[in-house]
């Protein structure tokens, strides 16, 4: 990415080099055992991000995989993770968009997406996009946020104030019903608060010079930067919004 990014969640994440999922890579790992994923199984990473996951897979599990992302500068992050990881031959990387997938119906073995369709508005044609590219006999896994009870207008406000959560964020069961309204079947829902040590797995996704290029990067901007430091005073979250904001990893099979 040339320059200094514009101030808002994503384009960050995006300059800085980094991908946060909820449960950190714990819970992707949870999901990639749901989804039933082996060396012989296709996969789709949806919103790949910086690459983790689908060089992590191709690297240790020996599948092919396909990542997308809405952003070319992650597309590109990604593409060079892998040629580091020595995963380049398994895995292949795309700009595209989760509402309208590139692919043909029934490409997939295996779909993934982690906290992408939070952000979505049309979270129905997202789950319908997925379970129409993944094979008959397929997994579709998500791991998405949700509130764990009704929120008050203060917690909704400051948590939308740090990330771009849509005002539509579904309880679990709202997202059984979307994946089930999708024609999945044999759907499984496993529930978590956030938790400080399951968070901290984060960091397994990246090697050393992931962590020192995202600090180098994050410190750099920061003393540039007077917008930056403005937004990231207000990084701030109320106290007890973890009891609202959780999260639920789900798998269903088409």
Same mark, same amino acid.
């Given at each position: 990415?040339?320059?200094?990014?514009?101030?808002?969640?994503?384009?960050? +994440?995006?300059?800085?080099?980094?991908?946060?999922?909820?449960?950190?890579?714990?819970?992707?790992?949870?999901?990639?055992?749901?989804?039933?994923?082996?060396?012989?199984?296709?996969?789709?990473?949806?919103?790949?991000?910086?690459?983790?996951?689908?060089?992590?897979?191709?690297?240790?599990?020996?599948?092919?995989?396909?990542?997308?992302?809405?952003?070319?500068?992650?597309?590109?992050?990604?593409?060079?993770?892998? +040629?580091? +990881?020595?995963?380049?031959?398994?895995?292949?990387?795309?700009?595209?968009?989760?509402?309208?997938?590139?692919?043909?119906?029934?490409?997939?073995?295996?779909?993934?997406?982690?906290?992408?369709?939070?952000?979505?508005?049309?979270?129905?044609?997202?789950?319908?996009?997925?379970?129409?590219?993944?094979?008959?006999?397929?997994?579709?896994?998500?791991?998405?946020?949700?509130?764990?009870?009704?929120?008050?207008?203060?917690?909704?406000?400051?948590?939308?104030?740090?990330?771009?959560?849509?005002?539509?964020?579904?309880?679990?069961?709202?997202?059984?019903?979307?994946?089930?309204?999708?024609?999945? +079947?044999?759907?499984?829902?496993?529930?978590?608060?956030?938790?400080?040590?399951?968070?901290?797995?984060?960091?397994?996704?990246?090697?050393?010079?992931?962590?020192?290029?995202?600090?180098?990067?994050?410190?750099?901007?920061?003393?540039?930067?007077?917008?930056?430091?403005?937004?990231?005073?207000?990084?701030?979250?109320?106290?007890?919004?973890?009891?609202?904001?959780?999260?639920?990893?789900?798998?269903?099979?088409?």
């Amino acid at each position: 990415m040339k320059g200094e990014p514009g101030i808002s969640y994503f384009e960050l +994440q995006a300059y800085v080099g980094t991908t946060k999922h909820m449960g950190g890579f714990e819970t992707t790992q949870e999901l990639i055992e749901l989804c039933h994923v082996g060396k012989d199984t296709y996969v789709l990473d949806v919103g790949c991000g910086a690459g983790a996951t689908a060089s992590t897979l191709a690297e240790t599990v020996g599948c092919r995989v396909v990542g997308v992302d809405l952003r070319e500068e992650m597309v590109a992050l990604s593409a060079e993770r892998a +040629q580091k +990881q020595g995963a380049a031959d398994l895995v292949a990387f795309r700009v595209a968009d989760v509402q309208d997938l590139p692919f043909e119906d029934a490409t997939f073995d295996a779909v993934l997406c982690e906290s992408v369709a939070t952000f979505i508005e049309d979270k129905l044609r997202v789950v319908d996009e997925l379970a129409r590219v993944v094979k008959p006999g397929g997994y579709v896994g998500l791991n998405e946020e949700i509130w764990l009870k009704e929120p008050t207008p203060e917690v909704i406000e400051r948590v939308q104030t740090m990330w771009p959560v849509k005002a539509n964020l579904p309880t679990a069961e709202g997202w059984e019903a979307l994946l089930r309204d999708a024609g999945l +079947q044999d759907v499984t829902v496993r529930v978590y608060k956030v938790d400080a040590r399951r968070e901290a797995t984060q960091v397994k996704r990246y090697t050393c010079g992931d962590m020192v290029r995202m600090f180098w990067r994050t410190l750099v901007l920061y003393v540039k930067s007077a917008e930056f430091r403005a937004y990231m005073k207000k990084q701030r979250l109320p106290k007890g919004v973890f009891d609202y904001l959780g999260y639920t990893v789900l798998a269903g099979r088409r």
